[in-house]
């Protein structure tokens, strides 16, 4: 007989991450399924480690994360201090620098990325979530299903059974969809599927709830970004004020338009190299003028841009090599639009919870709108279950 899973959790982002962790915390017995089509935990949080050695590692995703002032919740203080008391995060204060358009020391913050308390991993983003997942684990209630992308569902009596594009049947009592793939029409192209999995699984008219939460997540759009990685030679540093483990660079609103990024962060590595991670965002004029001609001219545009950035504010970079810049494209890297109301977060009738960066909580679009949308769902979780 197929082992039944007391519950489903599709995603393995810093959402579902929290939101297990504190069923856990607050004594859930059950025996979970973390389904990712990743190769490993961390979602949007994710870490690229190199083919070449296992130890060089940049966070290619979300960098980091940030509290705003405007956010007074003390269930997210509380989970945020634990978190801090535990070393999974650490403050990453007198390590970011904004720029204006004239390439100057900006006194004034406008990336919303970096207003109130900002913080970063001890280690690496993708290893903040594995760690905040296997916080409370102790008695190893959970299994991974990585490289698992879903491609159907459907609900009989009151079991959730979860098809994966292996053919691989997963059976649960309880669904959470931390990614909204599955209740959005680009699923349709995505999974190569002809009818939105949520949808298939439960009928229009079935149920209010989950035609409301379809119906508006279809009306959320995505911010496209595209982020360049780059190694340099070893024993390269930056000098002086910037000689840091970790440096991030920030543009305001005009300089991003002009140079096309959105922010540069460089990493030391354990080899005494330096990673380099170039954020993006709707820089299709780039892609358009570039890209069609040949990839190295793409690459040399960056290099370009990146060079008369640090010559520009007096900072020595000698070793760049073109052959080590890399790219990495973000499907659907931040909702933007009306978000899903907190009230749809959990549908009894069908057994299904929702959380994400996609719930329209205080920090939606960004990290800390994730983790208080699983705060949020575990508490409505565990008074259900």
């Known amino acids: 007989m197929q ?43 994710s870490t690229r480690y190199s ?8 966070n290619h995703g979300c960098p980091n994360f940030n509290i705003k002032n405007s956010i007074k919740d003390s269930y997210l203080d509380n989970f945020i201090k634990e978190l801090l ?3 999974l995060i ?11 358009e004239n390439y100057k020391f900006s006194k004034k913050f406008d990336n919303e990325f970096y207003l109130g308390n900002v913080y970063t991993s001890t280690s690496h983003m993708s290893k903040l979530v594995e760690n905040l997942i296997h916080l409370y684990n102790s008695k190893d209630q959970i299994d991974f299903y990585f490289e698992t992308l879903i491609v159907k569902l459907s609900f009989k009596s009151e079991l959730w059974n979860i098809l994966s594009n292996k053919n691989k049947e997963i059976i649960g009592k309880f669904l959470v969809c931390s990614s909204n793939l599955l209740l959005h029409k680009r699923s349709l192209e995505i999974l190569n599927v002809r009818e939105i999995p949520l949808r298939e699984a439960i009928n229009k008219e079935n149920n209010m709830k989950i035609d409301q939460i379809i119906k508006l997540t279809n009306k959320q759009e995505y911010i496209k970004r595209i982020n360049f990685l780059i190694h340099t030679k070893k024993n390269y540093n930056l000098e002086g004020f910037f000689n ?12 991003q338009k002009d140079i096309g990024f959105e922010r540069i962060i460089f990493q030391k590595q354990i080899d005494n190299s330096l990673g380099i991670i ?29 060079n008369t950035f640090l010559l520009k504010n007096h900072i020595t970079f000698k070793n760049l090599l073109l052959d080590d810049i890399s790219r990495m494209n973000w499907r659907a890297s931040q909702p933007i639009g009306e978000g899903i109301p907190e009230r749809l977060q959990l549908c009894n009738e069908y057994n299904i919870g929702f959380c994400g ?17 699983g705060l949020k769902l575990s508490d409505k979780f565990i008074e259900f279950y």
């Open 3 to 45: 082992n039944i899973y007391d519950l489903v959790v599709i995603g393995g982002g810093i959402s579902s991450s929290t939101f297990i962790a504190n069923i856990l915390k607050k004594g859930f017995n059950g025996k979970i399924a973390v389904v990712e089509a990743g190769r490993g935990l961390g979602g949007r949080c």
């Open 51 to 58: 083919y070449k050695d296992k130890k060089l590692a940049l």
């Open 85 to 87: 008391d535990e070393k």
């Open 90 to 100: 650490k403050s990453l204060d007198n390590s970011f620098f904004e720029f204006d």
């Open 244 to 255: 840091k483990e970790i440096v991030h660079f920030v543009f305001n609103q005009k300089l």
């Open 278 to 306: 170039i954020h993006t965002k709707n820089i299709d004029f780039i892609l358009n003028k570039y890209e069609r001609e040949d990839n190295k001219i793409l690459y040399k545009y960056v290099s370009n841009k990146l």
């Open 357 to 373: 960066d996609w719930i329209q909580l205080e920090g939606y679009g960004s990290v800390s709108g994730a983790i208080l949308s």
